[in-house]
């Protein structure tokens, strides 16, 4: 659906789906760039700044916001907008879904952020806010999560409205990241039955007054209900950690009286010890064996209920001393669950800098050859093949600075087979850095591969450390010699460049690497 910056669509819904709302059977609604529907015929005029709800008249064609801000997309990869839409069927009925997708921010040098949400309406006339990757890029962490969006609805009359979010007011604690918000319309209640109710307000008691009638006849009888405080907790996960080491899971919490920690095989690891260390603290782990370790963190209100959140924690063995090249049979840490790697690293936000023969660099450039260049200066193609010869590498093509984590004729084919760049960025040990991981690549020409299969990875370190890993370099079963050779690195380039300062493990087409 083509909605540009600050710019509207109207969606037609299809055939036989119409959407319940303010007392009218929808069948449109115009979707807008800055994060919200309308299912008023006319366009706004303008549409911000943002405003709780229900909104001054000005704003009273806003009727469903899940992320209303200042929003833009980065217009060199959406100049027409992004935002896509779904007819489906589920358990829970006929459902149309909208959904923005890879959002920046209106000011131009926020535009890379990524920001994902979606609404959901069902022909119930129930409708549900999701949230999916909320990263910021160049911007405060704090507006992914909303500090300066609205989050709520109204009916088209404003007999009916809810703000959830406004400008950190209420605020919905931590990320919005995999969460969900749904909105359920009052149902009809039968002469006998039962209706389940979720108060969210925060109060100690709610009156609740039940009318049954009967033509000119009614009777009525009200019903004091005590809300009981629901505590919340905000986690603080730790990096992944070497075998041995202890880690630190920390948490703030709210109405909690308690707070313990267990394990996947049920045994407590920690208990908060008195209020204070409910309200924020941290728990020091470590486990013996490497593995992927999941904990659930339990807190307990003064009235006994408790709500819980799962966190996982990856324990992997030191792989001895980093040097410039390690060849391992793993990964110091698998990457691969992000969305893969688009060629330009700033395109996702990247703003990593580490010390590179003696000045600040940023890596920019990622090739499916292996290499990754720190040039601002595009090169004139990321498929350059490796040289031939240590002459050929001195003309400077791609330019310099330059990573050479396994520079060869590298294919991806992926209508064939599995084959991605992905990239992870975080902390290790205290220590910012950059993954960029190749996986399941093949070494061939245009026209042919060698069978086999390589995975490596560049771990770039903010305190000027490279380490070049690998975790799968095989040739096929029945493989030739000269197909070993390849994924041995027999043709490949390993190493760094910049301006005349070198440092080749592996080059100049030369013996193979072991």
Not at 131 to 141: C, K, L, V
Not at 149 to 170: C, E, F, M, V, W
Not at 178 to 192: E, I, K, M, Q, Y
Not at 395 to 406: E, M, R
Request: with cysteine; hydrophobic share 40%.
């Amino acid at each position: 659906m083509a909605v540009g910056i600050a710019g509207c669509q109207t969606l037609m819904f299809p055939e036989g789906f119409t959407f319940p709302f303010g007392g009218v059977e929808r069948s449109f609604v115009r979707v807008y760039g800055t994060g919200f529907l309308s299912f008023d015929a006319a366009a706004l005029s303008g549409q911000g700044p943002n405003a709780r709800f229900p909104t001054d008249p000005s704003f009273a064609a806003v009727h469903m916001a899940p992320f209303w801000d200042g929003l833009g997309w980065d217009t060199s990869r959406f100049p027409a907008g992004n935002i896509y839409w779904l007819h489906r069927e589920d358990a829970a009925g006929d459902s149309l879904v909208i959904q923005w997708r890879n959002v920046g921010f209106a000011d131009e040098a926020y535009r890379t952020a990524d920001l994902n949400f979606e609404v959901i309406l069902w022909e119930s006339g129930d409708f549900e806010y999701r949230y999916g990757r909320m990263d910021p890029g160049p911007a405060s962490e704090n507006w992914a999560k909303g500090s300066s969006a609205a989050i709520g609805y109204q009916l088209p009359d404003q007999s009916d409205a809810d703000t959830r979010h406004h400008n950190n007011n209420p605020s919905l604690r931590g990320s919005l990241v995999g969460r969900s918000l749904r909105f359920t319309r009052t149902p009809a209640v039968a002469a006998s039955g039962s209706y389940l109710w979720h108060p969210y307000a925060a109060v100690d008691t709610v009156s609740v007054t039940l009318t049954a009638s009967r033509g000119d006849v009614a009777d009525s009888q009200t019903r004091t209900i005590e809300v009981k405080p629901r505590p919340e907790v905000v986690l603080q996960e730790p990096a992944p950690t070497l075998v041995g080491e202890s880690f630190r899971i920390g948490w703030e919490s709210q109405l909690a009286t308690g707070l313990r920690i267990i394990d996947q095989a049920g045994n407590e690891r920690c208990r908060a010890a008195g209020q204070a260390e409910v309200d924020e603290g941290f728990c020091s782990l470590s486990e013996e064996e490497e593995g992927l370790y999941r904990y659930r963190i339990v807190a307990t209100a003064a009235s006994g209920l408790q709500v819980e959140q799962t966190l996982e924690v990856l324990v992997y063995e030191d792989f001895g001393a980093l040097g410039w090249i390690l060849w391992s049979g793993r990964l110091r840490l698998r990457v691969g669950e992000d969305e893969p790697l688009p060629r330009l690293l700033e395109h996702r936000g990247v703003r990593h800098e580490l010390p590179f023969f003696g000045s600040m660099e940023s890596p920019r450039w990622v090739s499916a050859m292996g290499w990754i260049s720190f040039s601002p200066t595009m090169p004139s193609s990321l498929g350059i093949e490796p040289p031939r010869t240590e002459a050929a590498r001195s003309s400077d093509v791609p330019p310099s600075p330059i990573l050479a984590a396994f520079w060869d004729l590298l294919k991806c084919e992926r209508n064939q087979w599995d084959c991605t760049v992905h990239q992870w960025e975080g902390t290790i040990d205290g220590e910012q850095v950059l993954i960029v991981q190749w996986s399941n690549f093949r070494r061939g020409t245009s026209s042919s591969f060698s069978p086999g299969s390589v995975t490596f990875q560049a771990q770039l370190y903010a305190n000027g450390e490279v380490v070049v890993a690998f975790e799968d370099a095989y040739a096929d079963p029945g493989a030739n010699a000269t197909a070993e050779g390849h994924y041995r690195g027999s043709q490949a380039w390993i190493g760094l460049e910049a301006r005349g300062n070198t440092d080749w493990v592996s080059g100049n087409r030369a013996s193979s690497w072991t």
